[in-house]
Nanobody, 128 residues
Framework: QFQFVESGGGLVQPGGSLILSCTVS?????????????VGWFRQAPGKNHEGVIC????????YYLNSVKGRFTASRDNAKNIAYLQMNDLNVSDTGRYYC????????????????WGQGTQVTVSA
């Protein structure tokens, strides 16, 4: 139903920062209300499965954080532009991976799951 396009990845040194963007559109409903879309950020490291990084319900009242990113990563959204953002600070080598945004299927404070439908993602490489 929705299309998610990620951008903003790149090569960064340890301790650096990046801001990822996620532009959301709807295939058959150009007038959809982005405020109703629960967007999560996920990543896939080489050889590993996708994991939830930060997921939040549209109101922001419920947010899941991967433990290793707490205090370093922040998710936000611009509902007028249909864009979600992932601010990543103090990056380290273990944050390397391909980052995706996707619609959230299941969300609690302890877990976040998508529908397992992935776009192209954007590569984040943290290296000295």
């Amino acid at each position: 139903q929705f299309q998610f396009v990620e951008s903003g990845g790149g090569l960064v040194q340890p301790g650096g920062s990046l801001i990822l963007s996620c532009t959301v559109s709807a295939f058959q409903n150009p007038d959809f209300d982005f405020r109703d879309v629960a967007v999560g950020w996920f990543r896939q490291a080489p050889g590993k499965n996708h994991e939830g990084v930060i997921c939040a319900n549209p109101s922001g009242g419920l947010t899941y954080y991967l433990n290793s990113v707490k205090g370093r990563f922040t998710a936000s959204r611009d509902n007028a532009k249909n864009i979600a953002y992932l601010q990543m600070n103090d990056l380290n080598v273990s944050d390397t991976g391909r980052y995706y945004c996707a619609e959230i299927q299941h969300l609690t404070a302890q877990r976040c799951r998508s529908y397992n439908i992935w776009g192209q993602g954007t590569q984040v490489t943290v290296s000295a």
